[in-house]
Each structure stands twice: as structure tokens, then as C-alpha cells.
């Protein structure tokens, strides 16, 4: 099993261009979360989603969308990419029968 | 607002030391996660402690919860090298669910060889 991963690795855009971030897992985690990781600030959750077709807003869900029509796929689309979304940005997947959570790479986003 | 608090935010120790991390906690909790990041990885599970427990062991880790003071703690025993990482708490709220947890800032642990 590949577990959960993430495209790109890196990514630098403009500000104002809009991307979607991947995420996969084959794991047939229910569970999914997006979370972003900024120097001294740990991780805070932006959308996560319980099941195919169903989502919902974690702690920061501004300027971000998720949508998850399977079980594997959980992209992040930036609508209009700010200075501020520059961060590290991790997937994480996790079954109904267990709290562990894991992880992808990450996603290093820059924001100029 | 992040739930759980690590202290140290640093830890520098020679290898064959104990490493102790504190993290401490707001709100009532289902369990208490504890994940390592190496550095430009992704977070990876090490251990978790449900809040009906107080100790727990696995391998050179070792756990303690207190519910009471809203804090626990993780033990490295005989640290290596290869744990110098960045540790991190993550709180399951009661009544919350398994895919929300909140983290703390984390303690970055240094193991010198």
C-alpha cells in the first residue's frame, strides 16, 4: 500500500492564481483531513470529510474548497492564492474504527 | 485555537538520555495522540492514551495522562540519534469524532550523538 499521497511537492504561485492540491489514499480510510503547518503555529485544520460526498469546515476554511466524490480522492483547490496560504500542507486519512491518524508528505506551498 | 500545549518547544539531550515532553490541554478529552515529524516529512502515530487510562507503554515510549490536571507526558527512554524530530500532542475532544483532533505547537527534540 502506497498509504496516503500528495501532489505536488512543490508548488510556487502568483498571487491570485488558483491550484488544486492531490490527495489519495488506498487505505479505504472514511476519514479524510486537510491541515496546514505554519512555523510555530502547529497544525490547524481546514476542511475534512467523513465520507464520499460529504464535507465540512475545520478551524481556517477560508479561501480554501474541498470536494470528495470517492472514498481515495480528497483535493484542496485555492481559490485565489494569497501571500498568506504560503504554508506546508499535509492529508491525513483515518478509518471509523481507529483515532490514528495518517499522514501524506506534504505539500510545500509558496505564495508570492 | 490550538488545544494542546508541548513544553519544551526545545530539547537538546546526549544520546543514551531520557527525553521528557509535557503537553497540556484545555477542554475534555476522548484520547491523547502522540505523532513525530522529522524534519520535511509528514506526521507519523506513535502512541495513543484514552482518557480512562493513565499510563502507557510501547517500546522506549512511555505515556502518562492526567485527566485531572489536563496534562500528559512522553518519555523516550535510552534516546538515538534517530529520534531527533519534532513531537507533537493531538487531543480527541469528547464526544468529538476520530477524524478531529487538535494539535499542539510541538517540542522539538535534538538527540546528540
Known amino acids: 500500500n502506497a498509504g496516503v499521497t500528495q501532489t505536488p511537492k512543490f508548488q510556487v504561485l502568483k498571487t491570485g492564481q488558483s491550484m488544486t492540491l492531490q490527495c489519495a489514499q488506498d487505505?479505504?480510510?472514511?476519514?479524510m483531513s486537510w491541515y496546514r503547518q505554519d512555523p510555530g503555529m502547529g497544525l490547524r485544520l481546514i476542511h475534512y470529510?467523513?465520507?464520499?460526498?460529504?464535507?465540512d469546515q475545520g478551524e481556517v476554511p477560508n479561501g480554501y474548497n474541498v470536494s470528495r466524490s470517492t472514498t481515495e480522492d480528497f483535493p484542496l483547490r485555492l481559490l485565489s492564492a494569497a501571500p498568506s496560504q504560503t504554508s506546508v500542507y499535509f492529508c491525513?486519512?483515518?478509518?471509523?474504527?481507529?483515532?490514528?491518524?495518517?499522514f501524506g508528505p506534504g505539500t510545500r506551498l509558496l505564495v508570492l | 485555537s490550538q488545544q494542546g500545549e508541548e513544553d519544551p518547544q526545545a530539547l537538546s539531550i546526549q544520546e543514551g538520555e531520557n527525553a521528557t515532553m509535557n503537553c497540556s490541554y484545555k477542554t475534555s478529552i476522548n484520547n491523547l495522540q502522540w505523532y513525530r515529524q522529522n524534519s520535511g516529512r509528514g506526521l507519523v502515530h506513535l502512541i495513543l492514551?484514552?482518557?480512562?487510562?493513565r499510563e502507557k507503554h510501547s517500546g522506549r515510549l512511555r505515556v502518562t495522562l492526567d485527566t485531572s490536571k489536563k496534562s500528559s507526558s512522553l518519555l523516550i527512554t535510552a534516546s538515538r540519534a534517530a529520534d531527533t524530530a519534532s513531537y507533537f500532542c493531538?487531543?480527541?475532544?469528547?464526544?468529538?469524532?476520530?477524524?478531529?483532533?487538535?494539535f499542539g505547537k510541538g517540542t522539538l527534540l535534538t538527540v546528540n550523538p
Open positions: 492514551i484514552r482518557s480512562n487510562e
Open positions: 487505505m479505504n480510510h472514511e476519514y
Open positions: 470529510s467523513v465520507g464520499a460526498g460529504i464535507t
Open positions: 493531538a487531543t480527541g475532544l469528547s464526544g468529538g469524532s476520530n477524524y478531529k483532533l487538535t
Open positions: 491525513a486519512s483515518s478509518s471509523s474504527v481507529s483515532e490514528t491518524q495518517y
